[in-house]
């Protein structure tokens, strides 16, 4: 089992910034696959940015450029810088993790490909 608290979230104006953590424990001994997800009222779970074990990093073309993930697998970590944020950022933002091998690529994490979820943390941005 792994347990994931996320943290960061709050109220913005469009172009402003937040940075979103989300700490992992419990069954962390091995890597811990672990991406950003975000869901808006009445829309299904997407997937934001994730990153690989490679340090590479994939995204969801709403938010390249603009975001970025970052994760310090040493105390399994992440990190979601969020910079000009716009109204449409609005949602409940969720940590997910994985055990089992998990490769972004262009177009971000996705859902099926993790197990573990936080309890999220909200943003909202307010034009």
């Known amino acids: 089992q792994i347990q994931l608290v996320e943290s960061g979230g709050g109220s913005v104006q469009a172009g402003g910034s937040l940075r979103l953590s989300c700490a992992a424990s419990?069954?962390?001994?091995?890597?811990?696959?672990m991406a950003w997800f975000r869901q808006a009222p009445g829309k299904e779970r997407e997937g934001v940015a994730g990153?690989?074990?490679?340090?590479?990093?994939g995204y969801a073309d709403s938010v390249k450029g603009r975001f970025t993930v970052s994760q310090d697998n040493a105390n399994n970590t992440l990190w979601l810088q969020m910079n000009s944020l716009k109204p449409e950022d609005t949602a409940m933002y969720y940590c997910?993790?994985?055990?089992?091998?998990?490769?972004?690529?262009?177009?971000?994490?996705?859902?099926?490909?993790?197990?573990?979820w936080g309890q999220g943390t909200q943003v909202t941005v307010s034009s």
């Open positions: 419990g069954n962390t001994f091995g890597h811990v696959y």
């Open positions: 990153i690989n074990d490679d340090g590479r990093t």
């Open positions: 997910g993790a994985s055990i089992d091998y998990v490769y972004v690529v262009a177009g971000g994490p996705k859902r099926h490909e993790y197990h573990y």
